[in-house]
């Protein structure tokens, strides 16, 4: 391989490396079969009901439920809320023993997006978002 050649695709392996970054970026954008909602159940058509939480405001404490059963080798794994701007505000995990029911406290007057996710050890990552 020529010098000039050699040079020419270190360049162009430096300008994809610096497009990474931009392109994991634009990845949340991309969310069919990963992320799975009321609207978009994707793949897991049909069980939607199950796996979508259940949220409810009272005063400052959000409650979080997810209608799914709970066994040993299927449940509901965690809930996680998210505040506008994507500010992580609290995870519950739960064991299969447990019931997928969380409660989460919201700061003082909030008011903006909430985003809830519920995880299914077999269903995946389903999310809802409410406005407060
Ligand atoms: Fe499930």
Known sequence: MQRRQLAARALAGA????????????????????????????????????????????????TVKTPHPMSQPHYI???????????????????YTDQPVSTHTLPAGYK????????CNLHDFWVKRITV
């Open 77 to 95: 794994v965690s809930h996680t809320v998210v505040l506008e701007g994507g500010k992580f505000l609290d995870r519950k995990t739960f064991a």
């Open 112 to 119: 903006g997006l909430v985003t809830v996710t519920s995880t």
């Open 15 to 62: 300008a994809i490396a610096a497009a990474l970054p931009i392109a994991a970026r634009a990845m949340p954008e991309q969310n069919e079969n990963v992320v799975f909602s009321a609207a978009d159940p994707g793949h897991w058509t049909g069980v939607e009901a199950l796996h979508v939480p259940d949220v409810t405001v009272d005063g400052s404490t959000l």
